[in-house]
């Protein structure tokens, strides 16, 4: 079992940073892939960003490449995801996931077994 605990969000102007963090208990949690997702009001859950088990190989959405980054700290279990040169469009919930036995990340929400609560973004233009 793991549990998931976003914070970081809040509201900034466009072109702001935020950094998110997502805190995970369990003894696996160095040993599985995690991702970040994000869904608008009326809209589904969307891929942002995912980090392998080592942190040595991530993945990004086109939207934020170059903008956002993944990473995490097996010590601390936790995972960031550090966002820059933020615009309008990236305003919604974000929300951090878990897969039980997949040591990757995944594009797919369905991959993922665990999530947090999420953790509002709001980006002002």
């Known amino acids: 079992q793991v549990q998931l605990v976003e914070s970081g969000g809040g509201l900034v102007q466009a072109g702001g940073s935020l950094r998110l963090s997502c805190a995970a208990s369990?003894?696996?949690?160095?040993?599985?892939?995690m991702g970040w997702f994000r869904q608008a009001p009326g809209k589904e859950r969307d891929f942002v960003a995912g980090?392998?088990?080592?942190?040595?190989?991530?993945y990004y959405a086109d939207s934020v490449k170059g903008r956002f980054t993944i990473s995490r700290d097996n010590a601390k279990n936790t995972v960031y995801l550090q966002m820059n040169s933020l615009k309008a469009d990236d305003t919604a919930v974000y929300y951090c996931?878990?897969?039980?036995?997949?040591?990757?990340?995944?594009?797919?929400?369905?991959?993922?077994?665990?999530w947090g609560q999420g953790t509002q973004v709001t980006v002002s233009s």
């Open positions: 369990g003894r696996t949690f160095s040993m599985i892939g």
């Open positions: 980090i392998n088990w080592s942190g040595g190989s991530t």
């Open positions: 996931g878990a897969r039980r036995y997949g040591r990757t990340w995944s594009v797919s929400s369905s991959d993922y077994d665990y």
